[in-house]
């Protein structure tokens, strides 16, 4: 088996009204439990908007942190999901279910060796 990384992209902006959130994340809620009833679940996690990162680069013996995102951008990393599967075949499709239920791009990476 190998792990692969499921990212999901937000558009920037304010997110959905609960009409449209709220079932999808019963959807997406159901497929976790899919994933984990299969054994392919490891992990997964939201993540906070880019305006609550901190980017941190050296130079020589200084740390300069700048707030904000790296790169200014139309899409964010939203949230992840790491899931164990044969090969890519395997973790597409959970990736296309993952695009079908949010409606949002999804990459698929599987880890280095």
Sequence with gaps: MKTYLISIFQPDGPPPGPEVL????HQLEALQ???KDTGAFVFAAPLCPPSTATVVRVSGADAVL?????????????????????DLDA??????????VTTLPVEVRPFAD
Aim: net charge negative; hydrophobic share 50%; aromatic share 10%.
């Design 22 to 25: 709220e079932p999808m994340m």
């Design 33 to 35: 439990q899919e994933l």
């Design 66 to 86: 700048t707030d904000g995102p790296f790169l200014e951008s139309k899409e964010f990393l939203g949230g992840f999901t790491v899931v164990t599967a044969a």
């Design 91 to 100: 973790a597409l499709k959970w990736a296309q279910r993952m695009a079908a």
